[in-house]
C-alpha cells in the first residue's frame, strides 16, 4: 500500500491507483501486456510517477475549476493544484482560477451557461490555455472580452478560445481563434523538434514519450534499408525520427491539419525520403509501397479498422511494430495479422497513478 498524494483521491474521478505502491502498478501493468501480446517477457519502461503531465482539461464550476467526481459526469471536484500534473499546468491553474472568478460556468445538467473548459497544455517550451465556451450562450462576446483582458496578463505563450454546442462534450475543436499567440506548440524528442496543434493530440507525458520514440527508433534500426510506413502517424514523430534508417518513409494519415504540420516537421528536420500522405488507413491499398516494408502503427483506443488490416496484410510486410494505448483491443488486432508472429513487446507507463499505459509490440512476417 501507499500514501496518496492527492488530498482529493478517492472522490476525483483522474486516478485511480495512488494508493498502490508505484512497483506494483508497473508490475501490473507489464503483466497486461503480457496477456495481450502473448509474450511473458515484457520489457518494462517507467519514469516520475508525480508530476509528469504536460496537459490538463478542467471543467469550470461554481466554484473554481476542477475535475468529475468519481462515478459522476454531473458533479464537479474542485481542483486547486494536481500532483500528477507538472508545475507549469499547476502555475496556470492558478492564472485562471484568480482571473476568472464570478464568471458564468456550464451547467452540465441544464446544459446552460458559458465557460465549459480551460484545456492547458505545458510542452517543454512553451504553454497554451484555451477556453471551451458554450457557442449558444448569449454571453460569449463578453466572455471573449474577459479572456482577452486575460491574456494580457497571463504567463501563457498562447491563449485561445474554441467554441463548442450545448449538446456536445468536447474540449478541443477546429472551430476556435487565438487571442495570444498561434495555435501551434512545439516539443523536441530526440533531438529532433516537432510542432503540433494546440488542438490536435500529443503524448503528455514528455519523458516517457521520448523513451517510447528511442525504443521503437532502435527497433526500426535493426531493420532499415527499404521503405518505412507510419501508419496513424499524427504528426509525423515515428516516421520522422528513423526516417535515416530507410530509403523511403511515407506517413499516413487521416486528418489534414495533423499532415500539414507533418510536412512542416519534414522539412524542419531534414528528413530526406519522407513524404506525408491525407489518406484513411482503409486505403493505404493504393499506395504503391517497395519491399523490404517496415510498418509502425499506432492506432486510436478503437484499434485498427478491420479493412485497415486486411489492406496492411495485403503488403505482407516483414516487421510489424504495433503502438497500442488499449491493451485489450490490440489483442484483438495481433489474432487478425495473420501471416506474422510476436517476437518482441515492451510496457511504456505514460500514466501513472491510472490504469492507462502504452504497449508496444514487435511483430515479424512467418516464412
Not at 472580452?145 to 478560445?161: D, E, H, M, Q, W
Not at 463548442?164 to 529532433?192: H, N, P
Not at 516483414?318 to 518482441?344: A, F, T, W
Amino acid at each position: 500500500m501507499a500514501t496518496p498524494r492527492c488530498p482529493l483521491f478517492g472522490r476525483c474521478g483522474g486516478c485511480t491507483a495512488q494508493h498502490i505502491d508505484y512497483a506494483l502498478q508497473v508490475e501490473n501493468k507489464r503483466k497486461v501486456v503480457a496477456d495481450a501480446s502473448g509474450i511473458a517477457d515484457v520489457k518494462a519502461f517507467y519514469g516520475e510517477p508525480y508530476g509528469y503531465r504536460n496537459r490538463m482539461d478542467f471543467i469550470f464550476h461554481p466554484g473554481g475549476l476542477g475535475f468529475r467526481e468519481k462515478g459522476r459526469w454531473d458533479r464537479i471536484i474542485d481542483v486547486q493544484s494536481c500532483p500528477i500534473s507538472n508545475d507549469g499546468i499547476n502555475r496556470l491553474l492558478g492564472e485562471v482560477r484568480e482571473a476568472m472568478q464570478g464568471i458564468e460556468p456550464f451547467d452540465l445538467r441544464k446544459q446552460k451557461g458559458t465557460f465549459k473548459y480551460a484545456v492547458i497544455r505545458t510542452p517543454s517550451s512553451c504553454s497554451s490555455i484555451s477556453f471551451v465556451l458554450n457557442e449558444d450562450s448569449g454571453r460569449v462576446e463578453e466572455a471573449v472580452s474577459r479572456i482577452r483582458g486575460f491574456a494580457l496578463r497571463s504567463s501563457a505563450t498562447n491563449v485561445a478560445v474554441t467554441l463548442a454546442g450545448s449538446k456536445t462534450d468536447i474540449s478541443t475543436s477546429e472551430q476556435f481563434f487565438m487571442v495570444k499567440g498561434g495555435e501551434m506548440l512545439e516539443e523536441a524528442y530526440l533531438g529532433r523538434m516537432f510542432q503540433y496543434s494546440l488542438q490536435g493530440f500529443f503524448q503528455n507525458n514528455h519523458g516517457m514519450a521520448e523513451e517510447m520514440h528511442r525504443h521503437v527508433d532502435s527497433l526500426l534500426r535493426e531493420n532499415g534499408g527499404g521503405t518505412l510506413l507510419d501508419l496513424y502517424g499524427g504528426v509525423g514523430t515515428f516516421g520522422i525520427i528513423s526516417s535515416g534508417n530507410f530509403r523511403e518513409t511515407v506517413i499516413v494519415e487521416s486528418f489534414p491539419g495533423s499532415v500539414k504540420a507533418a510536412t512542416e516537421n519534414i522539412l524542419r528536420n531534414g528528413a530526406k525520403g519522407t513524404r506525408a500522405l491525407v489518406l484513411d488507413a482503409r486505403q493505404i491499398g493504393r499506395l504503391s509501397l517497395s519491399s523490404p516494408l517496415s510498418v509502425v502503427t499506432d492506432p486510436p483506443r478503437s484499434g485498427m479498422d478491420p479493412k485497415a488490416i486486411d489492406a496492411l496484410k495485403g503488403f505482407s510486410p516483414d516487421h510489424i511494430i504495433y503502438v497500442s494505448c488499449n491493451p485489450q483491443q490490440m489483442k484483438k488486432d495481433l489474432r487478425r495479422l495473420q501471416g506474422h508472429e510476436v517476437i518482441g513487446t515492451a510496457m511504456f507507463d505514460l500514466f501513472p497513478m491510472t490504469i492507462h499505459l502504452e504497449g508496444v509490440v514487435v511483430l515479424r512476417k512467418i516464412k
